[in-house]
C-alpha cells in the first residue's frame, strides 16, 4: 500500500474513532444509568471514559494492523535513525521542553488578556477522579494516536513535500485546531512544535510519543492532586510571611 493511502486510511480511522466515541458514549451512558449507585454526572462521566477507552483501543489496533508490516512508512528523513537511549534522552528533553513552551505561549496568551486554564483538561481531570479507566486513553493512547496522525502523517507528510518550518506551523496549527480552544491556539502549538523538533532531531517517532506521553502523565498528576499542591503552596507561603 502507498503512503497516501496509509495517510488516508489512518486519517479516516482517527475521524471515525472521534466520531463513533461520541455514539458509543450516549449509549453507555443510559447503561450506567440504570446503576442506582451512580448520580446522573457520575453515570455521564462513566458513560463517556470508557467509550473513549473503547473507542481509542479499537483505533490503536487498527491502527497497528495497518502499520505492523509497513517498516518504510516510518522512514521519513534522511540519515540514520538516532540509537534507542538517544531517542529516549530527546523524549525526557522535549517533555521539558514542551512543558516551558506551553509557560511562555501561556503568558503571551494572558499578557493578550487570555484566561488562563483548558476547559478540555478540567474536565477530562474531573472525568479521571470518578471513571480513572479514562488515564489509560489520556497518558497511553493519545500519544501513541496523536502522533502517528500530527507528526507522522501531517508534519512527515508535509515535510517530505515542503521543509521543516512549514511542516512544523502547519502540522501545529492543526494539532491546535483540532483540539477545539481556539483561544489557546498558542498553548497547543507550543508542545507540537516541540514534538515535531524531536521527531526531526531523533529521526525516530518514539521521542515525541515519550514527552507527550511523559507530559500528558504530568498534567494528570498535577490536576488530579491539585487541591494538596495548593495546600502545600500556602504552607509555603505562609512559612515565607512567618520568617519575613
Request: charged share 15%.
Amino acid at each position: 500500500m502507498k503512503n497516501w493511502k496509509i495517510y488516508l486510511s489512518l486519517v479516516f480511522i482517527y475521524i471515525a474513532m472521534q466520531i463513533g466515541s461520541v455514539f458509543l458514549a450516549e449509549a453507555l451512558i443510559q447503561y450506567f444509568k440504570g446503576d442506582p449507585s451512580y448520580t446522573l454526572q457520575e453515570a455521564k462521566y462513566h458513560g463517556f471514559a470508557w467509550s473513549l477507552f473503547i473507542s481509542n483501543a479499537l483505533a490503536a489496533l487498527l491502527f497497528y494492523l495497518l502499520l505492523f508490516r509497513k517498516k518504510n512508512f516510518f522512514r521519513v528523513f534522511k540519515g540514520k535513525p538516532a540509537t534507542l537511549g538517544y531517542t529516549v534522552l530527546w523524549g525526557v528533553i522535549g517533555f521539558f521542553l514542551a512543558l516551558l513552551g506551553q509557560m511562555v505561549a501561556g503568558m503571551i496568551e494572558l499578557s493578550f488578556g487570555v484566561e488562563a486554564g483548558s476547559e478540555n483538561t478540567a474536565l477530562l481531570s474531573d472525568i479521571a477522579r470518578v471513571s480513572p479507566i479514562v488515564i489509560i486513553s489520556m497518558v497511553i493512547f493519545a500519544p501513541i494516536l496523536e502522533e502517528l496522525i500530527f507528526r507522522r502523517v501531517l508534519f512527515g507528510g508535509l515535510y517530505q513535500k515542503t521543509n521543516f518550518i512549514i511542516a512544523a506551523l502547519v502540522s501545529a496549527l492543526i494539532f491546535a485546531a483540532v483540539h477545539g480552544e481556539l483561544q489557546h491556539t498558542l498553548i497547543y502549538m507550543a508542545p507540537a512544535l516541540v514534538f515535531s523538533f524531536i521527531y526531526f532531531k531523533t529521526k525516530r517517532l518514539l521521542a515525541p510519543i515519550l514527552a507527550h506521553l511523559l507530559m500528558n502523565g504530568f498534567v494528570v498528576v498535577v490536576q488530579l492532586n491539585i487541591e494538596k499542591i495548593l495546600d502545600y503552596q500556602e504552607k509555603i507561603e505562609s512559612l515565607f510571611v512567618f520568617f519575613k
